[in-house]
């Protein structure tokens, strides 16, 4: 027997190479050198294995350079895969349900009605859309009178607001546009230039800082009428023009209350009282009124226009302006004005009834009393003089009236404003009123023409 540990495998055969005219086998040699494997191979292997390592050192060197790329595409990755991931587990989010609007107020809803507003007995009224019933404070003869005056005379812009200064009930609140029926609508509630009623204000400051009295005597230089304070300042001399505060203010001479705003009362004082007066601020809560404007003067010049009332940027709504007219006629106390007496529900039942209610008090009852008296001259000597007498000089109205007028030219709408502010009687008002007319082109009626017309409907029994 053949001894099994000298038995081999013999070795396949590997390969062949055609030589000559035959065959001959050719010994594989053993990749074992010295009894160890050999590393490194030869031939194309290792021409191969050059190409292979010479490919990846340049890999690895350029890999550098792309690896913040790599990173940032990785980065991106995740991020949208993980947006989306939790996109698909998360509620997509709802939106906010929307704000209910806010509720108008009683006075809004009134003063929309108004035009649509009937008489029913003595009273006037209108009925919401919900079904509610509103009586107005309105005096109905009184708001019937100035309306249809305004439009016989097809005035071109005119607003009138009418108020009871005691309770703030308002009397009376119409306009009219022979040009524009959107203006109308809410003329009584927009910014127009004050002019020379600002020069109550300007006198208020003086008299609440006790500078002056209705007997005071201002001395100055210039027209009457000039509206440049460079012409106002006195001269060292003499020889200066002198007026007291009273006939000043009646004939609403510019110069004299320039020179009070700037050098009597100062422009702490002027401004204390515009603050006062309810500018630059919401002054009526719940009443859809613009709020009136006067910026602090930058220099004495301008000081002295806005004491004189010449400030075109000096804007009132025609409702303040009636406000402070009532507050003076109630010695200085500002009540809230009311649009309406009553409001019944749809079923009848009366409800929100009309209660005065004081706002501020504006100036002192010793203040009202001297700007009360001041205000006397405008109708007796003063501004509105033929708007309340005759050609022979016998007053339409046998009623005392405080009362100022106001001119300015003024761009929106473009044309000359009129205003006129009054309360009557004197001793014991019950009614104060502003009436404003703006005339772009020729003249046709004054406001204080508007304001003879509702006194005298007020005062005729």
């Known amino acids: 027997m053949q001894d099994l540990k000298h038995l081999s495998r013999k070795k396949p055969f590997t390969g062949f190479t055609p030589s000559g005219i035959g065959f001959s086998n050719r010994r594989i040699k053993s990749t074992r050198v010295s009894g160890r494997l050999r590393l490194l191979p030869s031939g194309k292997r290792l021409y191969n294995l050059k190409l292979t390592l010479l490919g990846l050192a340049v890999i690895l060197g350029i890999f550098p350079l792309y690896r913040p790329v790599v990173s940032y595409v990785t980065g991106v990755y995740t991020s949208l895969r993980s947006g989306s991931d939790s996109q698909r587990t998360q509620q997509p989010k709802q939106p906010d349900p929307p704000k209910p609007p806010a509720a108008l107020s009683s006075f809004t809803i009134a003063g929309s009605l108004l035009e649509t507003a009937e008489m029913q007995g003595d009273s006037l009224m209108a009925r919401t859309s919900d079904g509610r019933q509103l009586t107005y404070t309105i005096m109905g003869g009184l708001q019937k009178r100035v309306h249809d005056y305004l439009e016989r005379n097809k005035v071109p812009y005119g607003v009138f607001v009418a108020i009871e200064p005691a309770t703030g009930r308002i009397l009376g609140m119409t306009s009219y546009s022979a040009r524009d029926n959107e203006w109308s609508r ?89 603050s006062r007066f309810g500018f630059n601020q919401e002054l009526l809560p719940g009443v859809p009124v613009k709020a009136s404007q006067a910026a602090e003067p930058t220099s004495d010049h301008g000081l002295m226009l806005m004491g004189a009332g010449l400030n075109h940027d000096v804007k009132i709504s025609p409702l303040h302006a009636a406000v402070i007219m009532s507050a003076i006629a109630n010695g200085g106390k500002m009540m809230a004005p009311g649009l309406t007496s009553s409001i019944a529900d749809d079923k009848g039942v009366q409800g929100d009834l009309f209660t005065p209610r004081e706002l501020r008090r504006l100036v002192t009852p010793e203040t009202a009393a001297s700007l009360t008296r001041m205000l006397s001259s405008t109708v007796l000597t003063g501004t509105s003089r033929k708007a309340f007498h005759d050609r022979r000089g016998r007053p339409l109205i046998n009623v005392p009236i405080a009362a100022k007028t106001g001119s300015i030219n003024g761009t929106d709408p473009k044309g000359h404003y009129s205003w006129f502010a009054a309360f009557a009687p004197i001793n014991s008002p019950r009614i104060a009123l502003v009436a404003l007319v703006i005339n772009p082109d020729k003249w046709r009626v004054k406001a204080s023409q508007v304001g003879e017309q509702a006194l005298e409907e007020f005062f005729k029994h």
């Open 186 to 274: 809410t003329s009584m509630y927009g910014l127009y230039p004050m002019a020379s009623l600002f020069k109550i204000i300007t006198a208020s400051a003086a008299l609440e800082s006790r500078k002056i009295t209705p007997e005071s005597v201002v001395e100055f230089r210039g027209n009457s009428y000039s509206e440049n304070p460079r012409y106002w300042e006195i001269s060292p001399r003499g020889k200066n023009n002198r007026l007291d505060v009273t006939y000043a203010l009646g004939k609403s001479i510019n110069p004299v209350y320039g020179r009070m705003a700037s050098e009597i009362a100062g422009k702490k004082s002027v401004m204390e009282s515009v």
